[in-house]
């Protein structure tokens, strides 16, 4: 019985675990052809959480004159290795549903993650795509960065970002009303992610949801100013 119970309660904190992670695409500090995907809650791959349920994703590169091509990438059982095509600034981007979700009675939503890195140098526009249902951009200046939030293309405000800072700390900061969070100083690596929430019905896999969770992730490398 004690054994039947350690099971039960290790798969549901496995799954607990596995809803507090957030998919994202870390760019390779020392080759600029390769990048590594990772379903954590900071930039490192978390060996206690499988990629089964992300397996379906994704991956496009979009290089500094607009053209995009699939990325391919290796699927190990925590993390992906991807292959980035291209040189100089590009974007890493994907998308994937992690599933119909439901707590309680709560009415059920769709889980979705957006994963999205700039390699190499920021683009002017922060390397807004526009294509995805949420999306994080960074706009950079003098070794500062803050970021926006996107959802449907428009510029969310009100949303909670949680940032990932170069030493690895994090700190949450609300959108303004154009979408912003306050700026960080430092050089270094960031990691954002942030939900928004899509008010619209639908079905997956035979289940259907209310609404939409988008969470919108974002690896950056911010330079001395």
Known sequence: MFRTLGVVLGLLAASVAAHAHFLFIVPDAKDAAKALVVFSDDLDADEAVTMDKVAGLKLKVKDATGKVTEATFEKDKHSFKVSVPGSGARIAFGTVPYGVMQKGDAKPYLLAYHPKAVL????????????????????????KVKFQLFGLGKPVADAEATVILPDGKKEKAKTDKDGFTKEFAGAGRYGVWVRFTEAKAGELDGKKYDEARHYATLVVDIAAK
């Open 120 to 143: 190499g140098a920021i683009p002017a526009n922060g390397g807004k795509l526009g294509d995805i249902p949420a999306e994080l951009v960074a706009i950079a200046t003098d070794g």
